[in-house]
């Protein structure tokens, strides 16, 4: 087995992207979006504003919504990505995938693959019971004891970090609501 390589401006480092380990050397300031685009082919993410503002890039990182134009791969040997292409496939795709097609929850298409991996992490995140900025107090208090409710505004709220510039606002979030029924 190799021992990792290390210089003054890189490093090699394994990242397990939809269940496959990736052994990748990458320049320091690399981005996980980066070494995802360029260096293992998995273009579904998207590099929109490269600033963590458009959600373009999401990913989800051990289960949770991550902007990969803002994590330093080196920073994450070892961790767990799940991307766009991660979610399903051709024959079984992710129900949020079908509901995105059947809802034309997508215009140019740009935005998709992080808007599909936010959902999915979203609808994680209000199943453990998670509260949102919107989260009125009853709810709230019986988020504790279990989900929280996606109304359509929760979901419009949960899903603000990601920026649609065709505006298909609202058929995102009836792709989302559907799923949730």
Known sequence: MNSPQ????????????????????ADHRATVLDVLREQ???TGSKKGCDHGQCGACTVLLEGRRANSCLLLAVAHDGASFTTV???GDEEKPHPLQEAFVERDSFQCGYCTSGQLCSAVGMLAEASAGHPSHVTARPALERAA?????????????RMSGNICRCGAYPHIVDAIEDVTL
């Open 145 to 157: 004891a279990g989900p929280a409710e996606l109304t359509r505004e929760e979901i419009r709220e």
């Open 6 to 25: 290390r210089t003054a401006t890189s490093s090699t480092l394994t990242l397990h992207v939809n269940g496959t380990p990736y052994t990748v050397t």
């Open 40 to 42: 293992l082919g998995l």
């Open 85 to 87: 292409e991660g979610l």
